[in-house]
């Protein structure tokens, strides 16, 4: 168990409202849970000074695997008065340092969804079981890959509050059915994403429409892919990716993701 003394800046929260209290203990802890006989690392978030029930957020990770990005915005959520859970999607803590890995990755999870499914619910079942956890208050984030697995699970009627996708993948094998979905959704997405057509973006909102999703979609000009990660340059340096960080784009998407939670919760 560790314990961060967060303190609120623009610089560490990445936009985070100057309104919001000044400091947080935030308690974390590495944690291990189990999809059948795969063997999950998790990592939990919460601010110990205050043991009150309260929402729970699920953190999906980019296709890179369950990494430091994930846990830092594990840490924010924690310091902004959630219960955090950091997701392992892959098992045993697996990530990837070359898109070839990842890519192999993400495909043998995204691409089977009774498996993500019974993954994500493992992750679910351990966060509502946390003694801080309002277990009828429970929202999900996810990142690229992270952001097509939340969206999947709110098609597929898992019983969440909502889902935040950033940057994630749009199309789907499992289109929403009316009736099905029980969260509400919001969707960040960069509008000069070569990785999402302007056709997906289209297709998934007339699949929203069809079904009667509460759903919100913003489009961000001139944002490429991973505008949230501050890796994102090195990852387009590194491996010549489609990829860029937004600063704006960042700081507004997580904004308006506070904003949603407070609405839903």
Known sequence: MKIYKLLFSPLILIGLLASQVAQAA????????????????GY???????????????IVHEWWGHNEYARM??????????????VDMYGDGKTANHPSDAG?????????????????????????????VETDNIAAIGYCFGGSIVLNMARLGVDIDGVVSFH???TTGNPAQSGMVKARVLVFNGEADPLIKPEDVTGFQQE??????????????????????????QFAEAFNLPVA????????SWRQMGDFFREIF
């Open 245 to 252: 960080y937004d600063q704006y784009a960042d700081e507004d």
């Open 73 to 86: 915005r594990a840490r924010i959520l924690a310091a902004m008065g959630y219960t955090a859970l950091a």
């Open 168 to 170: 994630g993948g749009l």
């Open 44 to 58: 939990l978030a919460y601010d110990d000074r205050n043991m009150s029930p309260r929402p729970g957020i699920l």
């Open 26 to 41: 935030v308690v974390t802890e590495e944690i291990t849970y189990r999809d059948g006989d795969t063997e999950m690392i």
């Open 208 to 233: 929203m429409d069809a079904a009667g999703v509460d759903y919100k979609l913003i489009n961000y000009p001139g944002v490429l892919h991973s505008f949230t990660n501050p890796q994102a340059d």
């Open 104 to 132: 192999k990755f993400a495909g043998a999870v995204g691409g089977n969804m009774p498996l993500a499914k019974a993954r994500f619910e493992a992750a679910l079942q351990t966060l509502k079981s946390h003694r801080t």
